[in-house]
């Protein structure tokens, strides 16, 4: 019963999702949107159920599995990408390095405001 409940919490935050994504005409996916939905009701919750917890679990083992179609699709579409091959190696390497550097600066931040070790913390409370 857990496992039928967790399920049913996914595809009801997707569901909601693919409402509001229409309801609004945003240009996001319903799913995407689905997944905000469910992350702000877990925040809300404070925890995450059991059966939502198996129902992801298992997901997650077979997560692979869902690339397949990915890969497929660009094999048939193969002559597309062909096309475009230099505007989406540009894009993929100038979004990645971007990307790297975005996390590297925050990185850096956060690690320079919190303190090394827990007695710093106590040291710089005392003086």
């Known amino acids: 019963m857990p496992l039928i409940l967790g399920m049913s919490i996914l595809l009801g935050c997707q569901f909601i999702g693919e409402i509001l994504v229409h309801a609004l005409h945003l240009p996001v996916p319903g799913p995407v949107l689905g997944m905000a939905v469910l992350l702000v009701g877990l925040m809300v ?3 995450v159920p059991a059966g939502l917890r198996t129902s992801g679990e298992g997901l997650l083992r077979y997560l692979t599995l869902l690339f397949v179609p990915a890969g497929v699709g660009i094999m048939v579409h193969f ?6 091959f230099w505007p989406i190696v540009v894009t993929l390497v100038v979004s990645t390095a971007l990307t790297l550097a975005v996390t590297a600066k925050v990185m850096e931040r956060l690690t320079r405001s919190t303190p090394r070790d827990p007695r710093d913390a106590l040291r710089e409370d005392r003086s």
């Open 45 to 47: 919750n404070g925890r």
């Open 79 to 84: 002559g597309l990408i062909e096309a475009d």
